[in-house]
């Protein structure tokens, strides 16, 4: 069974502020695929990044950030200097190898309240 | 490049109903997938249509069902609403084939069963 955990259900910030949102999944799979999805309040799914389980480097894209652990089974995301714009619900998934049709396991999402 | 549309966007129904939403893919995609999004929970995996038959499915009742079409668009259909069903219902598109595929999800069909 997969399973993806994102402990914190709400954070808040101030503007200009760097935040971590944590990810926490369980697997018992060797390949797998691993997601973050950023869902403003109009509900659609927006895709951030994909990353696989044989590639762990840490990868920038302008402030988001994204830090693969294999070792601790985590895939935490961080946004540099924040901003209103980024105050959304976030989730993060995960897609096993078995799973043809990419069926994805996703966690039950972190609140970002970005404040100015 | 068309992404992947939904319709209706928000509708109400009454328990014992039966309600359908409908999803077109994105552009090249022929895979489509059904998830359900009750209120402050993650997405829920219903089912995945490929080459129009089912091919995977989540621990969802009988009483969801869907089709996919020859032009890969999709149905989900739910009968015998309760309350509970009350939720956001996300279509997912996608290429079927190796797990890693990035998946493209649509606005989301918003059902109120009262």
């Known amino acids: 069974a997969q399973k993806v955990t994102q402990a914190q259900t709400e954070i808040s910030v101030v503007e200009k502020e760097d935040v971590t949102l944590d990810c926490v999944y369980e697997?018992?799979?060797?390949?797998?695929?691993l997601f973050w999805y950023k869902q403003p309040p109009s509900g659609e799914l927006v895709f951030l990044i994909r990353?696989?389980?044989?590639?762990?480097q840490n990868e920038i894209s302008g402030r988001y950030s994204w830090n693969f652990q294999k070792s601790t089974s985590s895939f935490n995301f961080t946004i540099t200097a924040s901003q209103v714009v980024d105050s959304a619900v976030y989730f993060c998934a995960l897609s096993g190898v078995n799973n043809a049709g990419n069926m994805l396991t996703f966690g039950g999402g972190t609140r970002l309240m970005v404040k100015p | 490049d068309a992404g992947v549309t939904q319709s209706p966007t928000h509708l109400i129904k009454t328990r014992g109903q039966q309600v359908t939403l409908r999803c077109s893919p994105k552009?090249?995609?022929?895979?489509v997938s059904w998830y359900q999004q009750a209120l402050g929970q993650g997405p829920q995996f219903i089912f995945q249509y490929y080459e129009e038959e089912e091919r995977q499915r989540g621990n969802f009742p009988d009483r969801f069902s869907g089709h996919q079409f020859p032009n890969y668009s999709s149905e989900l259909n739910v009968n015998a609403l309760l309350l509970g069903d009350s939720a956001l219902y996300l279509c997912a598109s996608s290429l079927w084939g190796p797990p890693g595929n990035t998946i493209y999800f649509g606005e989301g069909s918003w059902l109120t069963v009262v």
């Open positions: 697997t018992r799979d060797t390949t797998y695929y």
């Open positions: 990353r696989n389980s044989f590639d762990e």
């Open positions: 552009s090249g995609h022929d895979t």
